[in-house]
Protein backbone atom coordinates (compact mmCIF):
# COMPACT_ATOMS: atom_id res chain seq x y z
CA UNK A 1 0.00 0.00 0.00
CA UNK A 2 1.27 3.97 -0.62
CA UNK A 3 -0.23 6.01 2.13
CA UNK A 4 1.24 9.43 1.98
CA UNK A 5 0.44 12.37 4.18
CA UNK A 6 -1.79 14.93 3.15
CA UNK A 7 1.74 17.53 1.50
CA UNK A 8 2.44 14.18 -1.30
CA UNK A 9 -0.91 13.88 -1.70
CA UNK A 10 -1.53 17.34 -3.14
CA UNK A 11 1.65 16.86 -4.93
CA UNK A 12 0.60 13.83 -6.54
CA UNK A 13 -2.87 15.80 -7.44
CA UNK A 14 -0.65 18.44 -9.00
CA UNK A 15 1.41 16.69 -11.30
CA UNK A 16 4.49 16.21 -9.44
CA UNK A 17 4.99 12.81 -9.87
CA UNK A 18 3.51 12.21 -12.80
CA UNK A 19 5.45 9.48 -14.23
CA UNK A 20 4.36 7.53 -11.30
CA UNK A 21 0.60 7.00 -12.84
CA UNK A 22 -1.40 7.80 -9.88
CA UNK A 23 -5.26 7.88 -10.66
CA UNK A 24 -6.98 8.22 -7.33
CA UNK A 25 -6.37 9.21 -4.04
CA UNK A 26 -8.73 7.68 -0.40
CA UNK A 27 -8.22 9.72 2.24
CA UNK A 28 -9.09 7.81 5.45
CA UNK A 29 -8.88 7.30 9.30
CA UNK A 30 -5.76 5.38 10.22
CA UNK A 31 -6.66 3.02 12.45
CA UNK A 32 -3.19 3.29 14.69
CA UNK A 33 -3.73 6.53 15.74
CA UNK A 34 -7.05 7.91 14.26
CA UNK A 35 -4.79 10.58 11.91
CA UNK A 36 -5.84 11.39 8.60
CA UNK A 37 -4.21 9.11 5.94
CA UNK A 38 -4.23 9.15 1.78
CA UNK A 39 -4.13 5.80 0.05
CA UNK A 40 -2.92 6.09 -3.61
CA UNK A 41 -3.74 3.96 -6.16
CA UNK A 42 -1.43 3.06 -9.23
CA UNK A 43 -2.29 1.90 -12.17
CA UNK A 44 -2.40 -1.61 -12.45
CA UNK A 45 -3.23 -1.82 -8.49
CA UNK A 46 -7.21 -2.82 -7.12
CA UNK A 47 -9.00 0.67 -7.37
CA UNK A 48 -11.18 -0.86 -4.66
CA UNK A 49 -8.15 -1.41 -2.14
CA UNK A 50 -8.82 1.28 0.24
CA UNK A 51 -11.71 -0.09 0.97
CA UNK A 52 -13.23 0.17 4.60
CA UNK A 53 -12.05 -2.55 6.76
CA UNK A 54 -9.92 -2.95 10.28
CA UNK A 55 -7.68 -0.69 8.98
CA UNK A 56 -9.34 1.80 6.52
CA UNK A 57 -11.84 3.72 8.38
CA UNK A 58 -14.80 5.86 7.08
CA UNK A 59 -12.89 6.01 3.63
CA UNK A 60 -13.81 8.76 1.03
CA UNK A 61 -12.39 9.54 -2.12
CA UNK A 62 -9.87 12.61 -2.10
CA UNK A 63 -9.11 12.72 -6.20
CA UNK A 64 -9.47 10.35 -9.38
CA UNK A 65 -7.74 11.96 -12.56
CA UNK A 66 -9.92 12.99 -15.23
CA UNK A 67 -10.92 10.25 -17.82
CA UNK A 68 -11.36 10.79 -21.81
CA UNK A 69 -14.79 9.57 -23.31
CA UNK A 70 -13.80 5.90 -23.32
CA UNK A 71 -13.38 5.71 -19.45
CA UNK A 72 -9.44 5.79 -20.17
CA UNK A 73 -7.53 8.27 -17.29
CA UNK A 74 -5.51 11.05 -18.59
CA UNK A 75 -2.02 11.56 -17.91
CA UNK A 76 0.52 14.00 -18.55
CA UNK A 77 -0.46 16.83 -21.21
CA UNK A 78 -3.08 15.14 -22.13
CA UNK A 79 -5.58 16.24 -19.07
CA UNK A 80 -4.50 19.71 -19.23
Not at 4 to 11: E, G, L, P, T, Y
Not at 24 to 51: H, L
Amino acid sequence: MSTVDKSIADRIIAGEFEEDHAFKIVKYKNAFDGSDAYGVVFEGNDPNRYKASEYVIAPELYWERPKDANGNYIYGSEAE
